[in-house]
């Protein structure tokens, strides 16, 4: 047994040791997390450094600086757009030649009667071009003259969400990079109080209302960092934007700087590159509560400008969120993606064309006269178009899903204006001259941004991936 000495002598000596080690410890923790601080803040900075521009230099000297793409979603046909056809008229109600149609892929017309559908409305010549658009788009006829028409698009993949998903990343298959993220990724962001990749939707009234999934705009296998992030056309445009009541901006900087020392101290130990990302989103959200409250406050905007637009801005309609573009590419936005929802036409194509194009087509034309108003057009690149386009062929009072020939329009950033490129047949079935795949068209959009598609790769699943998958060609002929 001890005694009272020697129990005073062993407590002491356990108090000195677990005294002892626990001052060793949070010396050890306090030096730990010092190195780790430092650590990490030199990893984090060069992480971004490396991040912010993958390709330095780029591949090739660069026409655009940033892309707009006006994605309108549910295939609007090229019949009724940009790809005139009057012999397709003159066989109105005439079963379609077999010779266009047997074995070709069908979405909801395969095993039934096939009859030709005429153009539902006439088309006009616009600008000193004499570009042949629909009389449906006066004020894209306006901007005639800044606009390539390419009428011989084609893709693979013939319902709704997988072409979007192939027109997006160049690939059918879910999970891979969407074309913004390899943008962002390869290019940084010019936006230091905005994320790099911002997503705007709208629903239009004009025809069904196919959904869209977040997936489309997402980053993949690439960090997380790059993927699009969507702002709310209507409301606040980001979901907590505004500090709760109460709450300072010195508080939330508090907590913000307790929990970044907290990620840099896993960051040091783990070496996670999310963990990076985690950091650098945190001090974004926190740069964008104030910029977004100034980016959606459009009463700095000239009542004409507004009037050209077509709205008064914050009503979630495609034409505020054209205005909004603008607001975010002034702003070093690198990629915005605009979804218009309502293209989807089986049926009651008549009624819905109209529709439609009353609500896209002034605020379309706007975004570029805008755009070139500023001096801003020459270095950003807009994009107009579908995810397919539609059947020659009738289905009822509509046009049937269709992938081997459609139109999109390009404008700005290094493209030449008042050009059509490529064709159709006749009868607007299949792309015959100048064919223009999806992998081309991102080919060709990275090459304007001054990448190179063969070289911009990511490593993943041990083999290198990239947007164009292993296809894909420049189309020089449209470039400036």
């Known amino acids: 047994m001890f005694n009272n000495s020697q129990a005073a002598l062993q407590q002491t000596r356990r108090t000195f040791l677990g005294q002892g080690l626990a001052g060793l410890g949070s010396a050890a923790l306090a030096s730990m997390f010092a190195a780790s601080q430092a650590h990490a803040a030199k990893n984090s900075a060069s992480s971004a450094a490396a991040e912010t521009t993958v390709v330095r230099p780029p591949h090739f000297a660069p026409k655009a600086k940033r892309v707009i793409v006006l994605c309108q979603a549910g295939g609007p046909s090229h019949l009724e757009t940009f790809d005139e056809k009057p012999q397709l008229k003159q066989l109105d109600g005439q079963a379609m030649p077999e010779s266009f149609t047997k074995g070709q892929p069908i979405a909801q ?3 039934q009667q096939l009859k030709c559908y005429a153009p539902r409305f006439e088309f006009n010549r616009y600008g000193d071009s004499g570009q042949s658009i629909v009389s449906l788009f006066p004020k894209m006829g306006e901007i ?5 028409i390419i009428n011989s698009m084609v893709t693979e993949q013939i319902n709704h969400d997988p072409a979007h998903t192939f027109m997006n990343t160049g690939t059918s298959i879910s999970g891979r990079p969407s074309m913004g993220s390899w943008v962002q990724y390869g290019l940084g962001c010019e936006a230091d109080n905005l994320p790099g990749f911002v997503v705007l939707t709208s629903i239009g009234k004009g025809g069904q ?8 705009w997402h980053s993949g296998f690439l960090p ?6 969507e702002f709310r056309s209507t409301g606040d445009p980001v979901l907590y934007v505004n500090s709760p009541p109460g709450v300072t901006k010195a508080r939330q900087r508090d907590v913000y700087d307790a929990v970044n020392q907290m990620n840099q101290l896993r960051s040091g130990v783990l070496a996670d590159p999310e963990i990076a990302t985690r950091i650098a989103q945190y001090e974004l959200a926190f740069k964008m509560q104030s910029s977004v409250p100034g980016l959606m406050d459009v009463s700095d905007e000239p009542q004409h400008v507004l009037d050209m637009y077509g709205t008064q801005g ?5 034409a505020a969120n054209c205005l909004l573009a603008r607001r975010l590419a002034e702003r070093g936005v690198r990629f915005i993606q605009l979804y218009h929802r309502g293209w989807d036409h089986h049926g009651g194509i008549d009624r819905g064309m109209k529709i439609c194009a009353s609500e896209v087509d002034q605020a379309s034309a706007a975004l570029v006269k805008d755009l070139k108003n500023r001096g801003m057009l020459e270095d950003t690149l807009v994009v107009w178009g579908g995810e397919f386009g539609r059947t020659p062929m009738a289905q009822g009072s509509g046009r049937d899903h269709h992938i081997k020939g459609f139109s999109i329009w390009m404008a700005g950033g290094g493209i030449k204006g008042g050009i059509a490129h490529g064709k159709t047949d006749e009868l607007g079935y299949n792309s015959v001259e100048d064919v223009v795949h999806v992998h081309d068209f991102h080919a060709t959009m990275l090459h304007l941004l001054g990448l190179d598609h063969e070289r911009l790769t990511f490593r993943a699943q041990g083999r290198d991936f990239r947007l164009t998958d292993v296809s894909g060609n ?5 470039i400036a």
């Open 109 to 111: 017309l395969q095993g």
């Open 144 to 148: 005639a003259d800044d606009l390539c």
């Open 209 to 216: 209302a196919q959904p869209i999934a977040a997936r489309q």
């Open 224 to 229: 997380s960092r790059y993927q699009g992030v």
């Open 314 to 318: 914050g009503d979630g309609t495609f």
């Open 474 to 478: 420049v189309v020089h002929n449209i």
